[in-house]
């Protein structure tokens, strides 16, 4: 299961990437979730231009065999969707850290992605 060191986790199975100081971040679902989920077929945010508070619902993802709410890891505003998800929506299964990023937010207060998972801890809570 590959889990990146660089990123925070969300007990949901959502990861984060704090890529500017400013609070901006990307949020997609871990490895981990997309092989639960399987064949990912559509993902929804109707939350664009919104603000969304942490663990509030922000999107939906589809899968041949289940469907699942997207969990905001943190408060902030969604800021731009991953447009690429439209035609290719398994870029979540094939590239959950990098081209299958879901939403792009700026966060209310960038030092709260410390209260996050760390990869050890995001390892453990899926090992159970």
């Known amino acids: ?5 660089n990123l925070r986790y969300t007990k949901d199975h959502e990861w984060i990437r704090l890529v500017e100081e400013d609070g901006t971040a990307y949020i997609g679902v871990t490895d981990f979730a997309q092989s639960e989920l399987g064949d990912i077929v559509y993902v929804e945010v109707d939350t664009l231009d919104s603000h ?3 663990e509030d619902t922000f999107g939906t993802i589809e899968a041949v065999k289940a469907a699942s709410d997207l969990f905001m890891p943190l408060s902030g ?3 731009e969707f991953n447009d690429a998800l439209e035609d290719e929506p398994e870029l979540v299964n094939s590239d959950p850290y ?7 937010i700026k966060l209310d207060d960038p030092s709260s992605i410390d209260t996050l998972l760390d990869a050890a801890g995001y390892q453990a809570l899926i090992e159970g």
């Open 1 to 5: 299961m590959n889990i990146p060191e």
């Open 52 to 54: 969304v508070e942490a």
């Open 77 to 79: 505003d969604v800021i």
């Open 98 to 104: 990098d081209k299958g990023w879901i939403v792009k």
